[in-house]
Nanobody, 115 residues
Framework: VQLRESGGGSVQAGDSLRLSCAAS????????MGWYRQAPGKEREMVAI???????VYANSVKGRFTISRDNTRNTISLQMDRLKPEDTGVYYC??????????WGQGTQVTVSS
């Protein structure tokens, strides 16, 4: 699966950003899609996941502030990030997963939140 993220940038604390990820190369609707992030000096962590069916999952640190969504007609997912905090700073990666067969990553997009 080829994944291409867009929408990162530099903002102030309290601002909003919307990330998008476009997927190609496979039947999109069967994939579990997610957003992960990696801050400098830290391991990559899950931010939000939207399965092919079922409920979305969020990291506790972003619950109530971030919203993940998918559009199976356009093969895209989005991450609406509101009330951003400096600790949200990092490189955000789009991920596509299908059991043990697919586990693909985008190139990442930088999000920087200053206080």
């Amino acid at each position: 699966v080829q994944l291409r993220e867009s929408g990162g940038g530099s903002v102030q604390a309290g601002d909003s950003l919307r990330l998008s990820c476009a997927a190609s190369g496979v039947v999109f609707s069967i994939l579990a899609m997610g957003w992960y992030r990696q801050a400098p000096g830290k391991e990559r962590e899950m931010v939000a996941i939207v399965p092919s069916g079922g409920n979305t999952v969020y990291a506790n640190s972003v619950k109530g502030r971030f919203t993940i969504s998918r559009d199976n007609t356009r093969n895209t997912i989005s991450l609406q990030m509101d009330r951003l905090k400096p600790e949200d700073t990092g490189v955000y990666y789009c991920n596509a997963r299908l059991g043990g067969e697919i586990d693909d990553w985008g190139q990442g997009t930088q999000v920087t939140v200053s206080s």
